[in-house]
């Protein structure tokens, strides 16, 4: 408790700083969407017929079912994500035949080696071994698969016509994407079972598109807004709730130039397109913000297929669209309830009020074994003990129900399935809503990431953490005790009772703490010696001046990135790209780097021990300042050396050397320190002694007995332990 306690009262407004920023990667997710008006939503559909008691669905083949699939990274150097491509096209898309299905990037994994981390280079091989997978199983189609390049499948690549640009070579659509001029956004309608949909897709990556991690964003810019607006335009008679999005990147992970945010947002809202389908984040359960002025866009994001072995089985039942995400290593049958839909996802665009018309309507896939019954439970209540199996849809059951009974706020739906030649029983629940009332996504780091601008938030907590160590705790104290000394201000004597109180503060009276850790951090920070001071300064700076890291970007040209954008030279033509990796990176080197060498310098070179305190209560705090170094110097390293080599290490000024040199020099100072106090001993206790606040400026733990130039101006009884303990401060100097 004393270890805590010390800690926090020497660290506490560095701590909350930190605290802040991780629980900014949380609080978007903390907003409720709005609850949506029935009267107002799914205008271009009429009511329909109460069918809801029906012991028959007259139009059961519309409803119809797709798959999506997402970051596959097909591979050459690793057989496992192509086996697990072909173990969903053999054992899940081809038995469960879904009408289409929708790929959202990262086709190909697109590294150098077997070993690369970021060393990118675009592999025909593994296109070829997409294209052949999709010959095998019948869905090399253009009205079957439908497919978008990811970050993955675009890093390295010059432009549009470059002979390594394999996706307009091997993606099922290339004849299509031909014929249509290669379009940024391509608009791909389908016919099924009498009904239209249209599905747009959206290719967020530039030419030359630099290696990773420099490619990891993708840019929203007007060419692609106007693009979608004519397609928009120029579909007839369009339902809003069948037009699909899909796209690699979430909106919240694009770069948008100028007024791009506000012209795709008007265009979504003028046509009430509002649902998202993308991959790229490697998250499961990772939705996004739901209609909202802010974010008019249902976003979906999907866990890869490599990593998490996830699809998605999206159904539309007219005009209302459901879905489910199943990881291929589930062997439960894949249930999505069709009506009423999750709560969480009612959209704008949908015939929200045909929920109350239908049936409950439920599809299950089960393509290795038989079902032997569906139940159907609403509110603990049971409603069906086993559903009809409709004879025009394989995978539809349905049930008839009152939903007069649930008209007010949320409810609870559950669907218990079980199959022959099996004891267990599986099940889904979710809640739903009949009056357009909405259910709270839940919070949670993947969904907060979804519902903020990424790249905004980097930047405002980069911008931040830049003024408040390297202006407001390196750089003011030393000008504000510069300021008290020259001076001789009255204040100072308040200042000076301000730090010994807070030296002997014993309770947990945050707001004194806090009141007091002001002054005390002030005294604290101002004491480096001068060569630490300039050493600060100098990184503080280079963290803008100088490249954060220098890396080759594309066909072997290297280029340096700064923390807020990188720029390299290619066909005589200077190209600059907004680096947010390496703003990630600044953030990082500030809190793992700048921020400890701050703390060490300042804590380990000042006598701050309370009375009878055992030294290792002293020293070990500071432990977790060198712990942040040795994080730091493995995370850079192994981005570094692992992702470009040595020479990109070597050639990294401000992120790799600073980083050395500080965990060297901060371990020195804290042995140094270390071995000081253990030869003072423990027998006698030394205060703070603020009266030489103007000469304790080196690495020493002892205070001298030089007397202040502006002493006689201050009342010493009035410091009350300050004068009483001056003596003994210098008979134990040194």
């Known amino acids: 408790m004393n270890f805590f306690r010390k800690f ?38 009429s009511s329909t017929e109460d069918l809801s008691g029906s012991d028959s669905i007259t139009n059961a083949n519309e409803i119809i079912h797709f798959i999506q699939v997402t970051d596959t990274h097909v591979n050459l150097f690793d057989d496992e994500p192509n086996d697990t491509l072909e173990d969903l096209l053999k054992n899940v898309i081809k038995p469960l035949s879904p009408s289409f299905v929708i790929h959202t990037g990262d086709i190909t994994d697109g590294k150098q080696s077997a070993s690369s981390i970021f060393e990118t280079e675009q592999k025909e091989g593994e296109w070829e071994i997409y294209k ?14 439908f497919d978008i390049r990811g970050n ?43 009904q239209t949909i249209h599905l747009i897709s959206f290719d967020y990556y530039d030419y030359p598109q630099a290696g990773l991690p420099y490619g990891l964003y993708g840019t929203l810019n007007d060419e692609i807004i106007d693009q979608l607006t004519t397609i928009l335009k120029n579909i007839e008679n369009m339902e809003s709730s069948k037009v699909i999005l899909f796209g690699h990147t979430p909106t919240a992970g694009l770069r948008m130039l100028d007024d791009s945010k506000e012209k795709f947002k008007s265009i979504i809202k ?22 909202s002025d802010e ?18 089985m999206g159904v539309l039942n007219e005009g209302l669209f459901s879905f489910s995400d199943q990881s291929l290593t589930d062997d439960s049958p894949v249930i999505v309830i069709a009506n009423p839909k999750d709560a969480k996802y009612l959209r704008k665009s949908e015939p929200l009020y045909n929920m109350k018309n239908q049936q409950i309507r439920v599809m299950v896939f089960s393509p290795e074994e038989e079902i032997d ?10 409603i069906s003990q086993e559903m009809d199996h409709d004879s025009n849809n394989a995978y539809l059951y349905f049930a008839t129900w009152d939903p007069s009974k649930y008209d007010g706020g949320l409810h609870d739906i559950e669907i218990q399935v079980k199959l022959k030649n099996n004891k267990e029983i599986w099940n889904k629940k979710q809640p739903f809503s009949l009056d357009g009332t909405r259910k709270w996504l839940g919070a949670g780091y993947s969904k907060s990431m979804l519902q903020s601008n990424m790249i905004n938030l980097q930047l405002g907590w980069f911008v931040f953490l830049l003024v ?53 951090l002030i005294y604290k920070n101002s004491q480096t010696s001068t060569a630490q001071f300039i050493y600060l300064m100098v990184i503080g700076i280079a963290i803008l001046a100088v490249p954060i890291t220098v890396a080759p970007m594309i066909d072997g040209i290297w280029a340096g990135g700064w923390t807020t954008f990188t720029v390299f030279t290619h066909d005589d033509q200077t190209t600059s790209h907004f680096f947010p990796v390496s703003l990630i990176l600044g953030i990082f080197f500030i809190l793992l780097i700048y921020s400890p060498t701050l703390q060490l310098f300042t804590s380990v070179n000042q006598s701050t021990v309370t009375n009878n305190e055992k030294k290792r209560n002293y020293y070990c705090p500071n432990i977790f300042y060198v712990f942040c170094f040795i994080v730091a110097i ?34 020195t100072i804290y042995v140094k320190a270390f071995k000081n106090k253990s030869n003072d001993g423990d027998s006698d206790h030394k205060d703070l002694d603020l009266d030489d606040l103007d000469t304790n400026t080196d690495n020493s733990n002892n205070v001298t007995d030089k007397k202040n130039d502006y002493d006689d101006d201050l009342d010493q009884p009035s410091l009350g332990s300050s004068s009483s303990t001056s003596s003994k401060n210098n008979e134990t100097s040194d």
């Open 270 to 291: 003028k046509y009430d397109v509002d649902l998202y389908l993308n991959g790229h984040m490697h998250q499961t359960n990772c939705e996004g913000f739901t209609l």
């Open 152 to 194: 993955h499948d675009s890093c390295g690549v010059k432009d549009l016509s470059s002979p390594n640009n394999y996706f307009y070579q091997f993606s099922p659509q290339s004849a299509y994407l031909e014929r249509t001029g290669k379009k940024r956004v391509n608009h791909y309608p389908l016919t099924i079972s009498g």
């Open 634 to 667: 493995i995370t850079f390293n192994v981005m570094l050396i692992g992702g470009w080599g040595v020479v990109s290490s070597f050639l990294s000024f401000s992120l790799m050397w600073p980083s050395l040199i500080s965990l060297i020099w901060g371990i």
């Open 373 to 382: 019954y569906v139940k159907c439970i609403i509110n603990e209540e049971m």
């Open 8 to 45: 926090l009262r020497n660290n506490l407004i560095t701590v909350l700083i930190y605290l802040c920023f991780i629980l900014t990667l949380y609080a978007p997710a903390l907003n409720k969407p709005d609850d949506l008006n029935l009267s107002e939503v799914g205008k271009s559909y």
């Open 468 to 520: 408040y160590f390297i202006i407001l705790q390196t750089l003011f104290p030393k000008l504000f005790m510069f300021y008290l000394k020259k001076k001789k201000q009255v204040s100072y004597k308040k200042f000076k009772q301000e730090i010994i109180d807070f030296e002997q503060i014993k309770t947990f009276n945050l707001l004194k703490i806090i009141k007091d850790h002001v002054y005390y």
């Open 295 to 312: 974010n008019p866009l249902l976003e979906l994001e999907l866990a890869s297929l490599k990593q998490s072995q996830y699809f998605r």
């Open 132 to 145: 052949n997978l999709l010959q095998k199983y019948g869905y090399w189609n253009e009205s079957l698969w």
